[in-house]
């Protein structure tokens, strides 16, 4: 393999050893190990990568050295509601729900409506839920209390209800 001469084999071997990413590990392995004047059929077999891999490592390095063997950015699909909203849109969770919510509780259909509605942005009930669970919710929420509740009343009925649970004695029959 023909390689240029960017740094000697006792620099690559240091680099391979202190480098804490492993992807980048490997490929400097690759390329030290070209340096020493192994094939790549050799090193196919050292490093356990396909031979176009290490001929696209070995044409990456000649290129620009160790900067060109790092990984390029995956910027990947931009998030629908901006890294700039989502502490408002925190702050607005946090509040909790308003009379315009029609719920009691911000559930996650509910917070599906409330993207739409005040920030304008589409997402499906599986990707309200990992937006929840990126900004550190949890999937665990209070028991709804209606707003014209009365708590005193509502444990002044507990004590003095009776207990009439009737037990049924006729056996359910189940399908064999």
């Known amino acids: 393999m023909n390689i240029k001469s960017h740094h000697t084999s006792d620099k690559l071997l240091n680099l391979y050893k202190k480098e804490s990413n492993p992807r980048l590990a490997r490929r400097i392995h690759a390329v030290y190990l070209a340096s020493k004047g192994l094939n790549c059929l050799q090193i196919m077999k050292i490093i356990g990568a396909g031979r ?27 998030a629908k509601l901006p890294r700039e909203i989502e502490e408002v849109f925190s702050r ?31 997402y ?22 209606h707003e014209k509740a009365d708590p005193k009343g509502q444990q002044e009925f507990k004590k003095t209800s009776q207990r009439c649970w009737m037990k049924s004695n006729q056996n359910i029959q189940t399908r064999r």
């Open 92 to 122: 607005r969770i946090q509040a909790g729900p308003l009379e315009q919510d029609g719920v009691s509780v911000l559930n996650g259909p509910a917070i599906k409506r409330l993207l739409e509605r005040e920030f304008g942005v589409v």
């Open 52 to 78: 176009r891999t290490i001929q696209k490592w070995m044409q990456r390095y000649n290129n620009g050295g160790i900067e060109q063997l790092k990984d390029k950015p995956r910027p990947g699909q931009p």
């Open 124 to 145: 499906s009930l599986w990707g309200v839920y990992d937006l929840l669970h990126r900004l550190k919710y949890s999937s665990l929420c209070p028991r709804p209390q």
